[in-house]
T-cell receptor
């Protein structure tokens, strides 16, 4: 069935270093790829998203890249800070196809060490 | 800002009890969802609704039902709670461009 694989499951980086989280999707109809940050005890918050007609999108210290041919997309966080510590989820969805289906990755726990 | 409110944040219920989890949105959106989140399993869709009184099963509907009597409110019902339903439950809506927005979550423990 359709799935999204997310790696790594845990990631520790030193403050100021960069962090990269990768996701691979299987459904070629997917055309929308959001990333969520979930802090302890809270619901996931949308931090950045990308649609299939764009290869890269940036918002301050975070960026997302998409390779449609290889069916993978990545989250890049530069100059990491302790408040970036959280669980990050990727997702893929074929929006506009009449379905409301989102497939989520299993999450990456990021720890930024001060 | 999109606001999705889950009124019960932490609940402890006994096996066999009926449990209601309420979700309210203030953005007049049609689509509402209930997910379950478990460690290592990610987010799994239980039910969703695309209009008042309309519902569709997600990937894991067994043991759950839902109610959508008003557009802004979507309820998840556990008719007879069991210990394997101990989990975090997330309500979500789709906003502009079908972007999905989540509530803060409801932690349910069934003892």
């Amino acid at each position: 069935g359709e799935n999204v694989e997310q790696h790594p499951s845990t990631l520790s980086v030193q403050e100021g270093d960069s962090a990269v989280i990768k996701c691979t999707y299987s459904d070629s109809a997917s055309n929308y790829f959001p990333w969520y940050k979930q802090e302890l005890g809270k619901g996931p918050q949308l931090i950045i998203d990308i649609r299939s007609n764009v290869g890269e999108k940036k918002d301050q210290r975070i960026a997302v890249t998409l390779n449609k041919t290889a069916k993978h997309f990545s989250l890049h966080i530069t100059e990491t800070q302790p408040e970036d510590s959280a669980v990050y989820f990727c997702a893929a969805s074929p929006i506009g196809s009449g379905t409301y289906k989102y497939i989520f990755g299993t999450g990456t726990r990021l720890k930024v060490l001060a | 800002d999109v606001k999705v409110t889950q009124s019960s944040r932490y609940l402890v219920k006994r096996t066999g009890e009926k449990v209601f989890l309420e979700c309210v949105q203030d953005m007049d959106h049609e689509n509402m969802f209930w997910y379950r989140q478990d460690p290592g399993l990610g987010l799994r869709l239980i039910y969703f609704s695309y209009d008042v009184k309309m519902k569709e099963k997600g990937d894991i509907p067994e043991g759950y039902s839902v109610s959508r009597e008003k557009k802004e409110r979507f309820s998840l019902i556990l008719e007879s709670a069991s210990t394997n339903q101990t989990s975090m439950y997330l309500c979500a809506i789709t906003g502009t461009g079908n972007t999905i927005y989540f509530g803060e979550g409801s932690w349910l423990t069934v003892v």
